[in-house]
């Protein structure tokens, strides 16, 4: 997982794959809180943005997630959310089999678990190894978020 903000993203130290670029690109020039909740592509199925909005839920109706086709980039237009992650590793009871058709896997829980807080402005760029937690509510209060999470197609990096 890499971390990042996109007040900071032309400073960090970050070599990314040209089509990761291509989407923080993305990300930074839209305005997604004036967008409707959708599906924008930015190259084909190979690399698209969902935009959505959602109330955070409580920790544990969370369930931690994994993808192999896609690498996730989550990124916080507006709100904020508690992201739990952990490396993927067999010490990980997954809750059903991996769903091809909707490129994920959920496990019981992380181990272990670490969090982060993302808020507007940041992202995360989450790899097949990494497992993730996404919408939890931060320090259990719900609150409304917009966020967009890019899809950029494994065999395109």
Not at 126 to 136: F, K, N
Request: aromatic share 10%; proline share 7%.
């Amino acid at each position: 997982m890499i971390i990042g903000s996109m007040d900071t993203l032309d400073e960090n130290h970050v070599d990314y794959p040209a089509i990761i670029k291509k989407a923080l690109d993305f990300l930074r020039s839209n305005d997604f809180t004036q967008m409707e909740d959708g599906k924008y592509p930015i190259e084909g199925d190979k690399c698209f943005a969902n935009v959505q909005r959602y109330l955070t839920r409580p920790e544990e109706d969370c369930k931690p997630e994994t993808h192999c086709k896609y690498v996730d980039i989550q990124f916080m237009a507006e709100g904020e959310e508690f992201m739990g992650w952990c490396p993927l590793s067999p010490d990980l009871e997954e809750c059903a089999p991996y769903d091809a058709e909707r490129d994920v896997t959920f496990y019981k829980a992380l181990v272990p678990d670490s969090s982060i807080v993302l808020s507007p402005g940041c992202f995360a760029v989450l790899y097949p190894e990494d497992v993730h937690r996404p919408q939890a509510a931060v320090n259990g209060v719900s609150g409304k978020v917009t966020k967009v999470v890019v899809k950029v197609a494994v065999d395109s990096l």
